[in-house]
């Protein structure tokens, strides 16, 4: 059966891993995780990520989770824009998360980035996630 929100079970993954205490999780491959994943990992989120070929030619993405003092080092991390509900934004109009200690992952027409990135480069986008 067809998956109706990739990325939304990528972050679900990673939050029942943190709540396990992994320190490597697994999920199918696809170039937006992978480039959450980049972010996520440019902004110290988590450890490393990597593609990696599995079974019968499908490559999977190992996510490997970062800790802190015993803690998961991301606190909350939740999906904004849905498949029943997307979510768009403008540079002027990109909401701050926590007041700025938290990020949002955007993805623009010059590709996912952070949302400090996305007013930096002075583009706007769909709002994917908000990790803090």
Do not use: W
Not at 18 to 45: H, T, W, Y
Request: aromatic letters at 6%; one cysteine or more.
């Amino acid at each position: 059966m067809a998956m109706s929100d990739p990325l939304g079970d990528m972050l679900t993954r990673i939050r029942n891993g943190q709540m396990a205490n992994k320190s490597v999780i697994e999920c199918p491959f696809s170039k937006l995780r992978e480039n959450v994943c980049k972010v996520l990992a440019d902004e110290g989120f988590i450890r490393a990520y990597k593609a990696e070929d599995g079974e019968n030619n499908k490559k999977n993405l190992l996510i490997e989770l970062k800790y802190a003092e015993g803690r998961g080092v991301i606190r909350k991390l939740d999906r904004v824009s849905k498949p029943g509900r997307r979510v768009y934004t403008s540079m002027k109009d990109m909401p701050r998360f926590y007041n700025g200690l938290g990020i949002l992952i955007v993805s623009t027409p010059r590709g996912v980035m952070a949302d400090h990135a996305a007013r930096d480069a002075n583009v706007g986008g769909e709002v994917l996630c908000q990790v803090f």
